[in-house]
């Protein structure tokens, strides 16, 4: 079974200048996370999908950042415009969906993006 | 409010030894807890989890880890460390809420020598 597909895993920008990942999650998975991971520490949540609905997207900065996932499979993630401090690593992860209410649910990350802004 | 604690930022131990990597958390109610474990340009990867039931989890490459509630913990273990487990290592932690998120430590980078 294929996992979560991320592309492009690599992109070099200049400031100020729009750029978007896309994520495939795994099928059959409802659940979508983006991530934003700087160097040495941990994820730390964009925005959660439940299918096609973003139920939490209160880290995402919204001035400049948007997602959107329709038809509740593929995602895109786009920064408009990018600015130095974006330089991160963007991840994707998927699960099967809420377990119990609660997030119990295992998350399988994709290979994720490594943006450097110039 | 939700928070997961690694104490160590690397953690050295030799080929074959006992390894421990520490974590410690606070969240409302029950809690869910999570080790992944990230390679050199790689997305983490699950090892085990912690929902419910037997406090000690076996998960991936031999791996275990045991909740304690009263010390709020859940350290990660392996009894015969390889040098192929020298990767980075990350906690986390959500609530059984619906509202709740899931929070991850900031990592620890474990280096087993040959």
């Known amino acids: 079974e294929a996992g979560v597909v991320q592309s492009p895993r690599y992109k070099i920008i200049e400031k100020k200048q729009p750029v978007a990942f896309w994520c495939n999650p795994i099928s059959g998975h409802n659940t979508l996370y983006w991530y934003l991971q700087n160097l040495g520490q941990g994820p730390e949540l964009l925005i959660r999908?439940?299918?096609?609905?973003?139920?939490?997207d209160s880290q995402l900065p919204k001035d400049r950042f948007s997602a959107e996932r329709l038809k509740g499979v593929d995602s895109t993630l786009k920064i408009q415009p990018a600015e130095l401090g974006d330089s991160a690593v963007y991840l994707c992860?998927?699960?099967?969906?809420?377990?119990?209410?609660?997030?119990?649910?295992?998350?399988?990350f994709g290979p994720g993006t490594r943006l450097l802004v110039l | 409010a939700q928070s997961v604690a690694q104490p160590e930022d690397q953690v050295n131990v030799a080929e074959g030894n006992p390894l421990t990597v520490k974590c410690t958390y606070s969240?409302?109610?029950?809690?869910?807890l999570f080790w992944y474990v990230q390679y050199p340009n790689r997305g983490l990867q699950f090892l085990l989890k912690?929902?419910?039931?037997?406090?000690l989890v076996k998960g991936s490459y031999g791996f275990e880890a045991e909740f304690n509630k009263s010390q709020t913990s859940f350290h990660l273990k392996k009894p015969s460390a390889l040098v192929s487990d020298s990767a980075l290592y990350f906690c986390?932690?959500?609530?059984?809420?619906?509202?709740?998120?899931?929070?991850f430590g900031s990592g620890t980078r474990l280096s087993i020598r040959p």
């Open positions: 912690y929902i419910t039931g037997d406090n």
């Open positions: 992860a998927s699960s099967l969906g809420a377990v119990a209410g609660g997030q119990g649910e295992t998350q399988y």
């Open positions: 969240v409302s109610g029950n809690p869910y």
């Open positions: 999908y439940e299918n096609e609905e973003a139920v939490d």
């Open positions: 986390a932690v959500s609530g059984a809420s619906s509202a709740s998120k899931i929070i």
